[in-house]
């Protein structure tokens, strides 16, 4: 017996339609929405990896001398993507125990060379064995 009528073909289509919704055409909004938002985030990635690869001003401690218990003579080496600019950065020395056990807040002139090489003195009230340099900036 085979079904040739017309109303059960209408109820299957009833049926497979309701089961079956067609797309809204708010998903094509939401997608073209979701798509610019991955877009301006990874627009963002790129300008802030660019930014933390390409600093205005970067240093390294190039050697540290203990000078005694209470003193550690560290060389510096600092160099700014604009000579002429001001920059500070932060020296820390450490005790055997790794405590921090001195720092100090250096301060680099303008000048006329990108690259600067000087040495500090960091006060400590514990014998130092390491030197270290912290955040270089811009002023």
Partial sequence: MGHNDGVSDLHD???????YPRPRSGRVVLVALSSLL????LTWLVWAAWEA???????QVAGFTVR????????????RAD??????????VQSESYERVGELTVD???GDQSQVRFDVTVKTFKRGTSASLGDCRTV
């Avoid at 289509?13 to 089961?19: F, G, L, S």
Wanted: charged share 25%; hydrophobic share 40%.
């Fill in 13 to 19: 289509a009833e049926r497979i339609r309701r089961r």
């Fill in 38 to 41: 991955v877009l301006a985030g």
């Fill in 53 to 59: 690869a390409h600093p205005d001003v970067a240093g």
């Fill in 68 to 79: 005694s218990d209470t003193s550690v003579e560290v060389n510096l080496i600092v160099e």
């Fill in 83 to 92: 000579p002429a600019r001001a920059a500070t950065c932060d020296v820390y």
């Fill in 108 to 110: 680099v002139p303008p």
